[in-house]
């Protein structure tokens, strides 16, 4: 969580990661952030996240991306 | 035909009933959209204003399209707003163009009476439920000619101003005509449009789908950060013509997008506003065989475009496209530096000429005159050309190959950015005392680099973005404590671009 709670930062500073709840509905990931995200997500997890993945639900928050990255991570 | 409204007028009598324009909530019919623009353009001339500046600050909703001809039926010109632009740069492009009046939509309210002043704000459901007075607009229309203004765009401009593109009616309709029939737009062909109102490319999918009696459906932006429901949504809208900017284009190839889903009706795929990479061209047209795809090249100052090319052969992809021939009836030149024609696959600089070319920068007399010259070619009679400012040649072929800006301007993700314009907002910044945007091209990232007593870069990154839109925000921030200088004094920009992984 930690290291998620680190690229996010990287992304977009100065949003408090851990108690956001919204993420796509406040505006603070735009579908630029999306695209570097899903890319460093892949890059620092060995995951492979396809468009089957990037739907609203996953990147709602941190703990949404959290349980998604640990199911690829399982898969 | 001399005004944009006929062209709405030509295709309402011919498809009243038929859907034009729609976005996720809602959607209006041809007769609709011209009760409506009627209704706007006689609240406009309630104001006794004629051939005015008309600001809009609208989100990318029917709405705004709705209000971008009103202004046009009521005898004035628009100009679009970015609703999500700091106020302070719609005060720059307020001081420029002195709008008469602004019209906005409920949630842009209290934006527009922040940076409007003593400007009229006029709320777009009053002026939309306003009572059609036929004679007063007709009137109107009849001492207008074509080549009155029908919207100014504004681009960023050097010296921290944006300049404001002058374009006239009779350049939107002779470049309408051009772009329908090239790539045979029809009352069958449904934009999915991605581009905003502000920026030149929407001008294409827009006027040509009033132009022809087809319909234009704005893709919301958040669906392109979720591609499965971007191809449910074309696939719902039946959308068959797309025009969009590599970027997004790239979004949908990065993600391998069309390997998990199917555009069912896509048979148009055009591009233009940046360099479009062959590699993931190359993924589109293995997705989609059948379709057209054409890369259109242009400034905002010919219209939108004035060169393109029709992709005729296979491309590997390290390769560069070719930006094509000119458009028909919009000519092109290369002048080298020494003022003569390039010849044999020279590089020089692109000239336009042509109906298609805008009337000058509003209020802005010295860029005019230094961008919209005298055809150095011709010594006979007044003839104005304009100089891109882009450094092009031939290939073999005869195709034009785009090689560079001219200048340190640069384009990111579409948009036409001056780095001397990111210096200038950030300079501007408390305990920031000098700095310098660089663009690495290669990672299509821009990097602003500053000196001074701020250690926080975070709180610089808040900071500009206050002052800037989003798009010409840098991706990285870095301090370094002391600036480096070239041999002539100058910041040593070269070294900041080479090193700034290092600092």
Known sequence: ?75 | MKNIIEMLENSARKYPDKQVFSDADRSVTYSELLNRVYSIGSCITDLEIKKAPVAVICERSVQNLEIMFGVLAGGCFYTVIDSEMPADRIKTIFDTLKPSAVIASDSCLKKAAEVGGNIKVIEYGKAASHRTEMTKLLRMRSEMIDTDPAYVLFTSGSTGVPKGAVVSHRSVIAYTKWYADTFDITENTVFGSQTPFYFSMSVSDVYSTIYTGAELTVIPKTLFSFPMKLIEFMNEKRVNTIYWVPSALGIIANWKVLDYGNLKYINKVLFAGEVMPVKQLNYWRKKLPDAMFANLFGPTETTDICTYYIVDREFSDGESLPIGRHCDNCDVFILKDDGTLAQNGEEGELYARGSFLASGYFNNPEKTASAFVQNPLNNSYPETVYKTGDLVRYNENGELIYISRKDFQIKHMGYRIELGEIDAAAVAISEVSSVAAVYDKENDSIVLIYEGGQKDTEAVFNALSLKLPKYMMPQKVIRIKSMPHNANGKTDRKWLLENYKNI
Request: proline content about 4%; charged content about 35%; cysteine-free.
């Open chain 1, 1 to 75: 969580m930690e290291q998620l709670i680190k690229i996010l930062e990287e992304i977009k500073p100065g949003v408090d990661y851990k108690t956001e709840t919204d993420l796509i509905g406040n505006k603070i990931l735009d579908s630029l952030k999306i695209v570097q995200l899903v890319g460093e997500l892949n890059d620092e997890f060995d995951i492979e996240i396809t468009p089957i993945d990037i739907v609203p639900e996953n990147f709602k928050n941190a703990e949404t991306i959290y349980a998604m990255i640990k199911r690829l991570e399982d898969e």
